[in-house]
């Protein structure tokens, strides 16, 4: 049987990264894992040419990654109680850093929640854990809403 000892759970704090958290500390206590928790915040470099100066902008993800680092706490004080787990921010586009992270870190596996979007709005939006399920060279498990 293979081997899982370092778990990569991907959340975005919604109300499905709990359900996505039960799934990743209850494999990890099963297998004597160490889970890494990631939350993602989104990279606003794109808006730099929009009017809006720089250091605006660099104030604002700045903000948005220390509250997702309080958030962070709290999430894995709740959620990881049974297990070691450790939280980390990252910024950037979700599905690229995940993969990094994965790789950087030597991860085993990832467990990520999807939203389960249709029609158009997967089309518009796309999806991360697509991106990741067909990218990662590791096992991804994926929780539906």
């Known amino acids: 049987m293979a081997e899982v000892k370092k778990i990569l759970c991907a959340v975005d704090f919604s109300d499905m990264s709990s359900k996505v958290a039960d799934y990743a500390q209850t494999i990890a206590k099963s297998m004597n894992s160490s889970v890494k928790v990631v939350y993602i915040a989104p990279s606003l470099s794109q808006y730099v040419g929009f009017h809006v100066p720089?250091?605006?902008?660099?104030n604002f993800v700045g903000e948005?990654?220390?509250?997702?680092?309080?958030?962070?706490d709290i999430f894995i004080q709740e959620n990881f109680s049974e297990v070691d787990a450790t939280g980390q921010v990252l910024t950037g586009y979700a599905a690229e850093e995940i993969l990094?992270?994965?790789?950087?870190e030597d991860m085993d596996m990832i467990i990520m929640g999807t939203h389960g979007?249709?029609?158009?709005?997967?089309?518009?939006?796309?999806s991360v854990a697509e991106?990741?399920?067909?990218?990662?060279?590791?096992?991804?498990?994926?929780?539906?809403?």
């Open 131 to 145: 991106k990741i399920v067909k990218s990662a060279p590791i096992p991804v498990l994926t929780i539906r809403p």
């Open 100 to 104: 990094k992270y994965a790789d950087q």
């Open 54 to 58: 720089p250091t605006s902008i660099e």
């Open 117 to 126: 979007r249709k029609g158009i709005d997967r089309v518009l939006f796309g």
């Open 64 to 72: 948005i990654v220390s509250g997702a680092e309080k958030t962070m």
